[in-house]
């Protein structure tokens, strides 16, 4: 499965065959067509690059009319100064070691673990359970935020990155469902000669499985990270203390800046210098591993 | 016939070994489900009957939450159709958008990959980051774009402080972000067999018949899977809104995510908030509902080998 996935994703080589002598209004078409979707990307293109940009304007640049699309000199202490102007090493680091990691751990051991047991697993009442467990991504995080904070509340773990954390360790459905699919390509009579050998479930989980679908953690453990590096709303309903914040909230509290006097004026580059960086840990495991999480998307989309 | 009948009833040692094997390795999830969903649900549904404001125990007060929110509650009257309006239009709009850009990233093109990596781009950057990306350039004195209108001798436009704009203006933003929906339509319209595109030239069909005839019917498993999860996902749209908007102006942005978010945390009204909970799911469990029932008549399923 997986190899067709690849291979019907680019075809390539068919494509290449088809091409053929192209005619006077064939060539202007190409060209229409190319010049909308050269303007379209453009347009998708230009809120991030003026993210960018405006990140390295100094005051005169920021309110003027026509806007600047290219300052000059370029700004690039305004990285520097925006990251002093609030503690945003401390944000990163609460995101990061208070929460994304952990988060990570917890997601990619307890969705193995559960989804091999979905999968690889041949047990009755099995496919009873999972279909259950694929109606819970139906049920909207509302209905069970209010009872869930108050849960936490009693535990006292209110102000702490606790409650976003410790339900990472009990798989979700939807990775469980990415992963089971990514499980159920590898052919069964790998794990049944294993079986054989005397190796049980959890041996052949570790030694055989997990192996054979490295690509599929990778996006596992990329997606959680990721999850909790652009989560917003998580740690607004548990964290209110500033010393605890992640950068989302960092982030936030920049712009809210913007409404005191005096500082005004470079409140927008700090705050389009601090977005840059968020984003750019995005941008990277993005091209990092684009292949595989677009092979997870379609999995999930086109083969559920 | 009977000892046949009773052994299919009754698990062999091994059968019985298979699954407790099977329960142990879904136990993490099982775990979670009866503590993060069951549980929840029903307390959820308990509290919709109370007024409880955390600090003190919930007050059993019967349909009371639930009758406010219909007949004497303000907000509640805008925030449903507000919701309505957001869902209804941006989820569709949202998918057509990312249906045609991959359409027309699916025909013959230099560059595709570098083009189809543009238009995922939006939708790979933090929900927090586009809030504060748009508000700049929203802005009405300092944004980029209004500074351009005014530049050529335009009037601005107030896109997010103006009721009237502001949730068109959300929605664009929501078509701008459709990468992840495109990339899906892309692979999709990538697995249509050309066989049967050749089949419809040899028919006699022109391009827009093709599409009208073979390319939606083939795609339209996903754009099921799409505008359901669409949908769910739309009703509980808060990071961008809050962030850019906060509900205002008057109101005009204040959706049902936003409205339950500040009667449970900020209001501290958890039995209120419980009673939008809930109603928010039956919104939610119909659509779906309905949506499923009524794809029999548009949805084509492709007899694969899979």
């Not at chain 1, 000059?72 to 990251?83: F, S």
């Not at chain 1, 459905?173 to 049980?200: H, K, N, V």
Request: glycine share 6%; aromatic share 16%.
């Amino acid at each position: 499965m997986t190899v067709q996935v690849s291979s019907t994703v680019t075809p390539r080589v068919a494509r290449r065959r088809r091409r053929t002598r192209l005619s006077a209004t064939g060539v202007l078409g190409e060209i229409a067509k190319h010049s909308l979707l050269v303007v379209l990307s453009a347009s998708f293109i230009l809120p991030l690059y003026w993210m960018a940009m405006s990140a390295l304007k100094n005051l005169d640049q920021v309110f003027v009319i026509p806007p600047v699309w290219f300052p000059i000199p370029p700004r690039w202490i305004n990285y520097v100064e925006a990251w002093q102007f609030d503690d945003f090493n401390l944000y990163t680091l609460n995101t990061v070691v208070r929460y994304a990691i952990p988060v990570t751990i917890g997601s990619v051991l307890s969705n193995v673990v559960v989804a091999y047991g979905f999968s690889r697993i041949y047990w009755r009442g099995r496919d009873v359970l999972f279909s259950i467990c694929l109606m819970t991504m139906m049920i909207p995080g509302q209905v069970t935020m209010v009872p869930v904070f108050i849960i936490f509340k009693h535990l006292g773990w209110v102000n702490s990155y606790r409650p976003l954390v410790v339900p990472a360790f009990f798989a979700n459905a939807y990775t469980i469902f990415m992963l089971r699919q990514f499980f159920r390509t590898i052919p069964r009579e790998l794990s049944e000669a294993a079986l054989i050998d005397g190796a049980g479930e959890f041996t052949i989980m570790w030694r055989i499985i997990m192996p054979l679908v490295k690509p599929a953690l990778a996006v596992v453990a990329l997606s959680a990270f990721m999850g909790a590096w652009n989560d917003y709303m998580g740690p607004l309903i548990y964290i209110n203390q500033t010393h605890l914040y992640p950068l989302a909230m960092g982030l936030a509290r920049l712009s809210a800046a913007l409404n005191q006097p005096g500082i005004k004026g470079m409140v927008y580059p700090y705050m389009m210098a601090v977005s840059t960086i968020v984003t750019l840990p995005s941008v990277f495991i993005f091209f990092f591993a684009q292949r595989t999480f677009i092979e997870g998307i379609v999995l999930t989309g086109i083969k559920g | 016939m009977r000892a046949v009948a009773r052994r299919r009833e009754r698990m062999t040692a091994t059968e019985r070994r298979r699954v407790l094997t099977g329960l142990l390795f879904v136990s993490p999830w099982l775990i979670g489900f009866l503590t993060w969903i069951i549980y929840p649900l029903v307390s959820s549904f308990y509290y919709s009957f109370t007024r409880y404001d955390v600090l003190r125990s919930p007050v059993f007060i019967g349909l009371k939450n639930y009758v406010e929110l219909f007949t004497s509650d303000p907000h509640f009257r805008v925030v449903l159709p507000n919701t309505f309006y957001y869902v209804g239009l941006g989820t569709p709009l949202a998918l057509v958008t990312a249906f045609l850009l991959a359409t027309l990233l699916n025909t013959r093109i230099v560059g595709r990959s570098v083009f189809r990596t543009i238009f995922y781009f939006p939708a790979i950057v933090p929900a927090f980051v586009l809030a504060m990306v748009w508000s700049y350039l929203l802005n009405p004195q300092y944004g980029a774009i209004n500074a351009v209108l005014q530049a050529a001798g335009m009037k601005t436009i107030p896109f997010l402080t103006s009721p009237a704009l502001a949730k068109p203006t959300l929605i664009v933003i929501g078509m701008w972000a459709s990468g992840y929906s495109m990339v899906l339509y892309l692979a999709t319209l990538q697995n249509v067999p050309r066989e049967l595109y050749e089949a419809a030239t040899v028919d006699g069909a022109n391009a827009l018949q093709r599409f009208w005839n073979v390319t939606i019917p083939m795609c339209t498993p996903v754009i099921l899977f799409t505008l359901v999860t669409g949908i769910i996902y739309g009703f509980q749209d808060f990071t961008l809104p809050w962030l850019l908007t906060n509900g205002g102006p008057s109101e005009s942005t204040e959706f049902y995510a936003l409205h339950l978010f500040r009667n449970a945390f900020r209001f501290l009204r958890m039995g209120k908030a419980s009673a939008m909970a809930w109603i928010l799911f039956l919104i939610i469990v119909v659509l779906t509902f309905i949506l499923f029932k009524s794809s029999g008549r548009f949805v084509y399923y492709a007899d694969t080998s899979e």
